[in-house]
């Protein structure tokens, strides 16, 4: 939804900038058909700023940064309860020398036969938040869990697909490329 915002937000602006560029350049002399390409090459930037500004970075830590930074014990869904309601978990512990305040999960729900599927209410990609402190070798998930992620009758399991930790000292790793998280502990194998 912050997306779409951002991204109508953009166009709005782009339409009043082009209705006082289109009255300079007809001034200028250029035809409509160059005016309507620089309109054009204005709203493609502006979008793909607005779609570039909203993604989670690809990784801005290599894999043993986080190798020393955490640990996915494990992480799960509950069966669909009587409403489809799915709930998750992640066990996951700091290996850092640092307090984490903040833990954030980019997770999306699968199927039995490993297709990536949406909630009844949502596109299925949650992110999930876990606010500390939590300390040096300390654990996280034991004892919590997000209830009711997602409402889908069809889901069996789930994936993490990013990771975004932010430390009390204000710095932050993040991580979005699969082979580094997989590379971080437990990882569920498809159907078992």
Not at 56 to 62: G, I, Q
């Amino acid at each position: 939804m912050k997306k779409m915002t951002l991204i109508f937000a953009s166009l709005m602006m782009l339409i009043f900038f082009n209705a006082c560029d289109n009255k300079k350049q007809v001034k200028e002399g250029l035809s409509d058909l160059q005016i309507q390409m620089e309109a054009e090459r204005k709203a493609d930037s502006l979008i793909n700023d607005a779609i570039n500004k909203s993604k989670l970075p690809d990784s801005t830590a290599p894999i043993d940064t986080f190798k020393k930074a955490i640990e996915i014990i494990k992480y799960y869904t509950s069966s669909p309860n009587s409403a489809c309601g799915v709930d998750c978990n992640i066990i996951w512990k700091n290996l850092a020398k640092k307090t984490v305040k903040y833990a954030k999960f980019t997770v999306v729900p699968c199927n039995a036969v490993n297709d990536e599927v949406n909630g009844d209410y949502d596109n299925g990609v949650q992110r999930l938040s876990v606010t500390g402190p939590i300390k040096t070798n300390k654990t996280s998930g034991y004892d919590t869990y997000w209830e009711c992620t997602w409402y889908n009758c069809t889901i069996d399991y789930m994936k993490i697909i990013g990771i975004e930790i932010e430390y009390l000292d204000g710095s932050k790793i993040s991580t979005s490329d699969v082979k580094i998280i997989n590379a971080l502990g437990y990882v569920r194998k498809p159907n078992s």
